[in-house]
């Protein structure tokens, strides 16, 4: 059983940069994946970030970014701000039409 | 602007039907694939369902299927989720979201939330 794998929780200091990553179990991530990275914070919908590896949505501001590091999909985040506090997921495209969420990050900005 | 909203999540008993709505606008809704994720009480988000443009191409997760079924109304910019044989697990909000332009998920309601209780 494939699974996709976050870090259950991180810390960044303030203006600091972090890397959240997005791996799977019996993979490699690639770009054939078009791994896609969500925010949400409590009682409300996720916000989209970033789709197909690197493609920021619409309004997300540049400092938050994505790649392929090495054999995972990853979410950087520069300058981190106090409302970037927040529960982070990645989706993975497993073929046959199947996505596959990871488990998400808490984010804690201190 | 993007909009979606869903509909007609509620309380249910196990074994039950629900069937759920979401009503988009704001775009060419004919021409993007949709998705159905859910998310438990206390839990992260889960894939449930994906329609293609057309609604020739539907996918379901392993947890739903043959329970659940998806379908779309391009005329009345409207997707559905016949959600039966209903069991507690099922519990959570239910959100409907628009394909980006490339691959996954990228405009989202704002979610509507079942409850299957005895």
């Known amino acids: 059983q494939t699974v996709v794998t976050q870090e259950s929780s991180l810390s960044v200091s303030p203006g600091g940069t972090v890397t959240l990553t997005c791996g799977l179990t019996s993979d490699s991530v690639s770009p054939n994946y078009y791994p896609c990275w969500y925010q949400q914070t409590p009682g409300q919908p996720p916000r989209t970030l970033i789709y197909?590896?690197?493609t920021r949505s619409s309004g997300v501001p540049d400092r938050f970014s994505g790649s392929i590091l090495g054999n995972k999909a990853a979410l950087t985040i520069a300058g981190a701000e106090a409302d970037d506090e927040s529960d982070y997921y990645c989706?993975?495209?497993?073929?046959?039409?199947?996505?596959?969420f990871g488990g998400g990050t808490k984010l804690t900005v201190l | 602007e993007v909009q979606l909203v869903e509909s007609g999540g509620g309380l249910v008993k196990p074994g039950g039907s629900l069937r759920l709505s979401c009503a988009a606008s704001g775009f060419s809704f004919t021409y993007y694939n949709m998705h159905w994720v859910r998310q438990a009480p206390g839990k992260g988000l889960e894939w449930v369902s994906s329609i293609s443009s057309s609604g020739s191409y539907i996918y379901y997760a392993a947890s739903v299927r043959g329970r659940f079924t998806v379908s779309r109304d391009n005329a009345k910019k409207s997707l559905f989720l016949q959600m039966s044989s209903l069991k507690v697990d099922d519990t959570g909000v239910y959100y409907c979201?628009?394909?980006?332009?490339?691959?996954?998920?990228?405009?989202w309601g704002r979610g509507t939330l079942v409850t299957v209780s005895p």
């Open positions: 197909s590896t690197s």
């Open positions: 989706v993975l495209f497993m073929g046959a039409g199947i996505w596959m």
């Open positions: 979201a628009r394909e980006s332009a490339a691959a996954g998920a990228e405009y």
